[in-house]
């Protein structure tokens, strides 16, 4: 999609090695998040930011991390994967304007082996 | 904790038939969205709603909200195959980041 990209699209790594997915914006914006979505759960919110170095847990927080240095980058890392990390994981960016629209990434598909 | 249910989870239907995906939502809201999306694809924005009685229409697809009842509908006329795909709704709150939390999404089958 226009104005926001994630690093790699497609990744196999093995278990207990670290893995870190890019996302990356041209708009601007302030707040970025990371989902990942997995069958029978829809998407779950693993942390977003709202701001350089202003980031927080969602719902499915445990076993990852995230660093936002510049506007434009929200990486998510993944300190030791396990098999249970295996998923599509979509960034999203908030736009502005009176229906503040969320506009999702390609996604990611990891798969831990 | 915001919680967001869909039914019916999985929907088959006919070529010019009607149906209502439902979407349930436990806490006030500040908005509301509807999303599409095709088997390996992201995410499609389709809808968002703002307030209570909000209707939209796009083609034949319809969304409304009814936030006393914490209820969101998306109404499709007449499917056809085309229209087959998963659809989310989503809720956000502003006190809590502007997340969205999604329902689980609905698969719905559009058959000839």
């Known amino acids: 999609d226009a104005g926001i990209t994630q690093s790699p699209r497609h990744k196999v790594t093995e278990t207990g090695t670290p893995v870190t997915l890019r996302c990356h914006q041209t708009?601007?914006?302030?707040?970025m998040y990371w989902y990942r979505q997995d069958p029978g759960h829809g998407l779950r919110l693993i942390h977003y930011s709202y701001g350089v170095k202003d980031t927080d847990k969602g719902e499915v927080s445990d076993g990852y991390s995230v660093s936002r240095s510049k506007t434009e980058d929200f990486l998510l890392t993944l300190e030791s994967a396990t098999s249970s990390q295996t998923s599509v994981y979509f960034c999203?960016?908030?736009?502005?304007?009176?229906?503040?629209?969320?506009?999702f990434g390609s996604g990611t598909r990891l798969t831990v082996v | 904790e915001l919680k967001v249910e869909q039914n019916p989870l999985f929907l088959s239907m006919q070529e010019g038939k009607n149906y209502t995906i439902y979407c349930n939502y436990s806490t006030t809201s500040d908005r509301l969205y509807w999303y599409r999306q095709d088997p390996g694809k992201s995410l499609e924005s389709l809808f968002v709603?703002?307030?209570?009685?909000a209707v939209k229409q796009e083609g034949r697809l319809m969304a409304s909200l009814d936030t006393k009842a914490r209820l969101s509908t998306l109404h499709i006329t007449a499917a056809v195959h085309d229209l087959s795909a998963t659809y989310f709704c989503?809720?956000?709150?502003?006190?809590?980041?502007?997340?969205?939390?999604f329902g689980e999404g609905t698969q719905l089958t559009v058959n000839p």
């Open positions: 989503a809720v956000v709150t502003e006190t809590s980041g502007s997340r969205l939390t």
């Open positions: 708009e601007n914006h302030r707040y």
């Open positions: 999203a960016i908030r736009g502005l304007g009176s229906n503040y629209g969320y506009t």
């Open positions: 709603l703002l307030s209570n009685g």
